[in-house]
């Protein structure tokens, strides 16, 4: 009976590590300053490694909705971090992208000081200047390389009309719960994905001012591009003509209202179009300002 029990015990824990194992985050991309840097064993590097332990420490905490900014040491060691799960992701694999992170960030980059990881579940990212003040928060954009062909500023316009569209929603959430928005629109019998984020600390202007101030930059990476971000340290967008995120938990997340359309399907129909997933290898155009 207690060797059944232990061997259901184990079975479960390996079925377990598996499920776990299988669940690598998928990596976007990453930045990491290479002038500004730290030297082996310093009070920053210290204070570096509290950090990441005490994010990925409290990333298994199951009521943060997905975010946690700390700060570890004092001036002028004093390191400022934070992680933010995209919206529509479970606790486990929250916590599981942000322990990856934590590990995977020091392999890309040893010695910076300011470092940021981005893998398609979530973002991690430090650096010794409080990039929560707007001052030192620079965007950073990339896009898909593949370029729309059917009416591109027609879809241009329907990537930033869905995208304010649905800031407006995100925003709309009370301060402290999940500020994430999901809309599928129909573009030329394909399916527009948009998705917008905010950390869950800021206000409601704050967090519709950080999304418009993002959908104003896709004139910078992404003019008929078919897939595009902007990410600040407080929101995110993305939209791609493929399913990046899962809608079913997105729906369960924030109901979705119905698709919005562009115009009614073109009357020829005879342009191919390639579906299918779009490789990470295709993004490009990294660019921080
Ligand atoms: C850093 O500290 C470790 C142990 O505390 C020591 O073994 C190592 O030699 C030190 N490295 C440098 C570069 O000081
Ligand atoms: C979260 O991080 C803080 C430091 O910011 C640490 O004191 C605390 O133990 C952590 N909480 C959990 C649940 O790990
Ligand atoms: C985390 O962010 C909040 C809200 O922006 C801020 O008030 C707080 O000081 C930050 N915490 C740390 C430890 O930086
Ligand atoms: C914006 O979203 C609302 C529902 O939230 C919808 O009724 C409306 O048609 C949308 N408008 C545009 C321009 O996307
Ligand atoms: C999407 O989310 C649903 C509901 O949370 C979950 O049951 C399903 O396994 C998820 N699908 C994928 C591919 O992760």
Known sequence: MDSLKLSTILLSLLSLAIITQAQDP??????????????????????????????????????????????????????????????????????????FATKDILKKCPIGKVATIWYDECELRYSNRNFFSAEYDSPVFFSNINYVTFEPERFNQLVAITLSNISTRAASAPTGDKKFAVQQANYN???????????????TPDCHRCLEGAISKLGNCCDRKQGGIVIFARCTIRY????????????????A??????????????????????????F???VAI
Request: net charge neutral; glycine share 4%; charged share 15%.
């Open 26 to 99: 998928k990596y976007l991309i990453y930045s990491c300053s290479d002038t500004t840097t730290f030297t082996r064993n310093s009070t920053y590097q210290a204070n570096l490694n509290l950090l990441l332990s005490s994010l990925s420490s409290n990333s298994t905490r199951n009521n943060i909705n997905g975010f946690y900014n700390v700060s570890a040491g004092k001036d002028p060691d004093e390191v400022y971090g934070m992680f933010l799960c995209r919206g529509d992701v479970s606790n486990s694999v929250c916590r599981n992208c942000v322990n």
């Open 189 to 203: 019998s394909q399916i527009l994905r948009t998705l917008v984020q905010c950390t869950p600390d800021l206000s």
């Open 240 to 255: 791609e003509l493929y399913e990046f995120y899962n809608a079913t938990a997105a729906a369960e997340a924030v109901p």
């Open 257 to 282: 209202p119905p698709p919005v359309a562009l115009s009614p399907p073109p009357a020829s129909g005879s342009e191919t179009r390639r579906k299918g997933k779009v490789d990470n290898a295709l």
């Open 284 to 286: 490009n155009c990294l």
